[in-house]
């Protein structure tokens, strides 16, 4: 049974249709590549996932139930977590109170100031800051506050992680460390759906790929699938593509 | 803790060989505490900038007024300070909706608006202008409000400590993300808003007295709007002390400047807080891990001073 099922799925801002009719699943345990060029609508989903902009028309359930009209603390916590294109991280706060704020509120009931404490640091500890607990937040690296985003977010105990574009402006050896985080999460048995530009990552690491373009669900499939997909190579790798041929 | 003790027992022994004025603006220097902590409580946390204190203030103020032969001082305190509560969670559910500046604007209107109601109905209905209190004898308001001073610094120092303290400074950082993280943004903020108005509404009702004559035009004064602000940036608003510093000087500085130099007393009270404002980021309060931090870098190289000011919360 899939843990995250969406039909019809459609959002307009006015008259543009931002996402459009999309039906997608996605399975429990897997890493979902979700792709497509600036502008398809991918944010927009995990907007619609996360309860940041109420859907137009659709429904999207996780684990059988409705999303619909759901707040974002709601979503949060019945167990869908989701880190920010831009990050969001809390820049008055050092970065073990940014986790602490997850760990408080983020998973259902009352959760104790020890535990809080001790999931947060675990959490730190897991996307590798445990060093730097204290530090005030703006002290860190770009990359290190995407990895604060995520802790924050794991923080949580999701069931389902939303990353978006958790790769965007790394180096290579970045973006290596970061697939391996991912990896290392859905190890731990939380079913991921990632945002991504970096072709890398996400053919070296989802299961599956959805592909996006002007809000519409163009194609779906294994890495290989898509890959040789003529719509694909045409709408989004295009140029490359036929540049090689 | 010695210090605070120290200080209260200044407090209380200080009627006992000074005289009325001094006892008044002793008073007034632990009003303006209240205020700067209670509204430094809610808005240095969130970054809502709310100055709708004066509409809470007010609101104390007319409870004294009307309440004072039927009930003892302090139970007036209470019930001043929970219809503001009430007051602020209603508002509170309308304007917190507002973000930024929208915010601020309305909360402006808000104390305005409320002061011109009353303003109105006491004219037009009850066919009065403004009334007189009995006179008290200057120590009641300054034990009165010692008390009250004493029981907002300890219950925002549990505020700020507490999950609910977490809450609203992640909304200060990022409220799109608290949302996100499973923080009901919009609870969290209408009731640390009213939690932060039952101080202020009390406040009101232990200054009322020593108004001697009052209208609403005095309750509901822009100023018990203003020196909050003032009071919490010249203190610092990143620890608890700030607050408590800044209104304690404040409202030293103006009662003194103000019966040396009536006319002048506001220009030297503009000079010394734009001073304190462009030398001095982390406020008054912020003076002594500055200057503790510059000795100790005197002596050997030592390190910052992010751990006094956590020491100084």
Known sequence: MPILEGRGVTKYFG?????????????????????????????????????????????????????????????????????????????????????????????QGRVSTADAAREASQALEFVGLSAMTNAPINDLTLVSQKRVEVARALATKPELLLLDELMAGLNAAEVGEAMELVTRIRDRGITIVMVEHVMKAIMGISGRVMVLHHGEKIAEGTCNEISCNRTVIDVYLGEEAHAGS | MVVLILLIGFVVTFPLYSGVFPTRVLTYMLMCAVLAVSWTMFSGATGYMSLAPAAFFGIGVYSMYLLQYYLPFPVIMVVGGLISFVLALLLGLVTLRLKGIYFTIFSFGLFVFIGNAVNYVEAEVFGRHGWVFPLLDPAIPLYTMLGLAVVTVVAIHFIRRSRLGLAMLSIGGNEEAAEHMGINTTRIKVLTFAISAVFMGAAGVVTAPSFIYSNAGIAFSSTYSFIPIVAAVFGGMGTLSGPVVGGLLFGFLQKTLQARFQTYFMLGFGVIIVLVILFLPTGVAGLVPMLRDRLRRGSKSGKGGEAEQYANT
Request: glycine share 12%; net charge positive; charged share 15%.
């Open chain 1, 15 to 107: 008259g543009l249709a931002a996402v459009s009719n999309v039906d997608f699943h996605v399975d429990q345990g897997e890493i979902l590549g979700l792709i497509g060029p600036n502008g398809a609508g991918k944010t927009t989903l995990f907007n619609l996932i996360s309860a940041a902009s109420p859907i137009s028309s659709g429904e999207i359930r996780f684990k059988g139930q409705k999303l619909n009209g759901l707040k974002p603390h709601q979503i949060c916590r019945m167990g869908i977590a989701r880190t920010f294109q831009e990050t969001k991280v809390f820049a008055n706060m050092p970065v073990l109170q940014n986790a602490l704020v997850g760990a408080f509120f983020g998973s």
